[in-house]
């Protein structure tokens, strides 16, 4: 069996969230205020944002502090309201405790099975009380970037038909 790949995860995420009550869209780099990249954004029906962020190898998790974003803000930014760390089940049962030895209080831990197509809560995210919701126009700005990956993706999948 082949291991997870970054949509095999990304998939499992948007049906442990559910793609009707929210708005997911992964990949984001601009738009609505971020300043770095987010591998997925999961913009509640409330306003609030959960950040995932994934990572399919130990040495993947590690570099991430080395990252200029944990550099400039050791907490979260104002508009996320619960961040987590996405990784593959074999690998958070196989390196847990050096994965808890290295989170950031604030964040939380999920795991995907593979085999049951699944994602979990590990490790619950600490809620950042000093997010704030996205109003309208950003939402709106969210949607509209997950609109135009589906256009792209369309037409690249058109191409290979």
């Excluded at 995860?9 to 969230?17: G, N, Q, V």
Aim: aromatic letters at 12%; proline letters at 4%; hydrophobic letters at 40%.
């Amino acid at each position: 069996m082949r291991g997870m790949t970054t949509t095999d995860i990304e998939l499992s995420l948007a049906k442990y969230f559910g793609v009707r009550p929210h708005i997911m869209v992964p990949n984001v780099s601009w738009g609505a205020g971020f300043s770095d990249e987010k591998d997925l954004i999961v913009v509640r029906a409330s306003g609030y944002v959960v950040e995932c962020e994934i990572k399919r190898s130990f040495s993947d998790f590690k570099n991430d502090f080395k990252k200029r974003k944990w550099k400039i803000y050791p907490n979260l930014s104002p508009t996320i309201r619960e961040f987590y760390y996405v990784f593959p089940e074999e690998l958070w049962r196989k390196r847990k405790s050096d994965i808890e030895a290295l989170l950031q209080p604030f964040a939380g831990v999920m795991f995907v099975s593979k085999k049951r197509n699944q994602a979990s809560i590990a490790v619950k995210a600490k809620p950042n009380k000093l997010a704030r919701k996205m109003n309208d126009k950003q939402k709106l700005m969210i949607a509209r970037l997950g609109v135009l990956r589906m256009w792209s993706l369309k037409k690249q999948l058109n191409s290979k038909s």
